[in-house]
Structure formats: structure tokens, C-alpha cells
Nanobody, 117 residues
Framework: QVQLVESGGGLVQPGGSLRLSCVAS????????VAWYRQAPGKQRELVAR???????NYADSVKGRFTISRDNAENTVYLQMNSLKPEDTAVYYC???????????WGQGTQVTVSS
């Protein structure tokens, strides 16, 4: 019913910036909360940022002040602007639509972000 396609990942030096995008298509039957997660090698998946239908946007402490989640409803696209990137930001990043704060919903295939000099 719903397909999510992430893009924008790649190799970047510490201190650099990337903007990830997630384009949604298919049968969108409700207004979705949107979120970004990441999973680093050998570690569990963690929530990076979540924008609920109502309420305030939430960011992981490790990315506050550096990352910004946004949404363009007209283009069915979710973004994650990442600034001042650090090596510890290296992970596969996944977008999520319609999930709760504990997961669920629709998922994209992920996009690799590598921060290294």
C-alpha cells in the first residue's frame, strides 16, 4: 500500500552536512507521524527524530542542535538535515511513517551514511 524510498546518504568528512530524503507513494489513508531511525554496525536501531501528527518534535540527545526533521506534504517527502556530522553518526538511516514512539508503521529500505576522514 505504501512505499518509502530514502536517498541522500553517502561518505562525508567530519563536520560536513547531508540531507536525507524519503519519498512516500501508494495509498496514503491517513495523516502519518514521521520519524527517522538509524542503526550503526553492531548496535541496535535507535530513534533519531520524530514528528508526530500533534505535539512537539522529539530528537535524540546525541543529535539535538545538529539534525532537523521536516516534511513537505505537497511532495509527500520527509527530510533529515544533518549538520556538523561526527564519526559516531555513521549508520544506516531509515525513515518511518505511521509508527508510534516505540516503532511499527511503514519503513523504507535505508540509506548508508558514513562519516570519516
Amino acid at each position: 500500500q505504501v512505499q518509502l524510498v530514502e536517498s541522500g546518504g553517502g561518505l562525508v568528512q567530519p563536520g560536513g552536512s547531508l540531507r536525507l530524503s524519503c519519498v512516500a507513494s501508494g495509498s496514503i489513508r491517513s495523516i502519518y507521524a514521521v520519524a527517522w531511525y538509524r542503526q550503526a554496525p553492531g548496535k541496535q536501531r535507535e530513534l533519531v527524530a520524530r514528528m508526530p501528527r500533534g505535539g512537539t518534535t522529539n530528537y535524540a540527545d546525541s543529535v539535538k542542535g545538529r539534525f532537523t526533521i521536516s516534511r513537505d506534504n505537497a511532495e509527500n517527502t520527509v527530510y533529515l538535515q544533518m549538520n556538523s556530522l561526527k564519526p559516531e553518526d555513521t549508520a544506516v538511516y531509515y525513515c518511518n511513517l505511521g509508527g508510534s514512539s516505540s516503532g511499527g508503521g511503514y519503513w523504507g529500505q535505508g540509506t548508508q551514511v558514513t562519516v570519516s576522514s
